[in-house]
């Protein structure tokens, strides 16, 4: 498996999001195969990069050491790393090399074990789904997942599991068709809510998620750009309204409500309004830039917001 195979979106416009240059300190929270981390070496900047994948290191080997440090560790644990930096950039979700890994049981077209993990410690997939009580699978369906058959979907695997356990990827995904009455002409697997609901389930990546922006806010230099790529509505609703609040972007008011007064000065400023999304060209090319968007801003002069501001 090759860089070259896993070339990351929207990398243009991350860059302009960025402006890297020589010798600013960037940080790539998530490495992945390190596409952003070579087209932000290649202008001169140094990189720290964070990976909890422990395979992902294989994609460090050939990266100039003295510019370059690849940290295993969740990257809303960045201030443990790093004191300041002059940008960060987050790619969120699970990356199309783990999702192309059978062994990594993200993929419900590939058999494997039903794994999900994006690291290698902590409960998998098939824990939550043979363990939890069905309450809280259709919890995790519906909230996670938006999946609106969440408690039917979570009593027929409960009822199967006391057949016989789940261990792999394939006999979750049938199973989900199952219990909806097949695909019925559907565009989408009827099992690829239920995956993502999992995934993030066992990987707690909206907790991530909000402490990674925090920890962002923390380190960056005032002018610090951060740039921020989902590809699910659940992460990109928490992106936005975290750029909407630091901004200041309170609602304007009316007669009938009067205005919200922000109670702290905005700690960064959009680079754009709205999102940025892949071109014709890029999603001709992968088909999984389709849904990504981009938002970035820059780092105001302005203390970071305390947690739960």
Known sequence: MTEAAH????LAE???ALSPRKDELMVDGTFGAGGYTRAILATGARIIAFDRD????RFADELPRDRFNLIGDRFSNME???TSADGVTLDIGVSSMQIDEAERGFSFMRDGP???RMGDSGSTAADLVNEMEPAELSRIFWIYGEEKASRRIASFLVRRRAEAPFERTLDLAET????VGGRKGAKVHPATRVFQALRIAVNEELAELEAGLAASERILNEGGRLAVVTFHSLEDRIVKAFFTERAGRTPGGSRHMPQVIAARAPSFRLLFNGHRGPGDDEVAANPRARSAKLRAGVRTAAPAWEAGA
């Open 7 to 10: 070339k990351p979106v929207l």
């Open 14 to 16: 991350v860059m302009a």
């Open 54 to 57: 422990p395979s992902a290191a």
């Open 80 to 82: 443990q790393h790093v």
């Open 114 to 116: 039903l794994d999900m």
């Open 176 to 179: 989900v068709e199952r219990a």
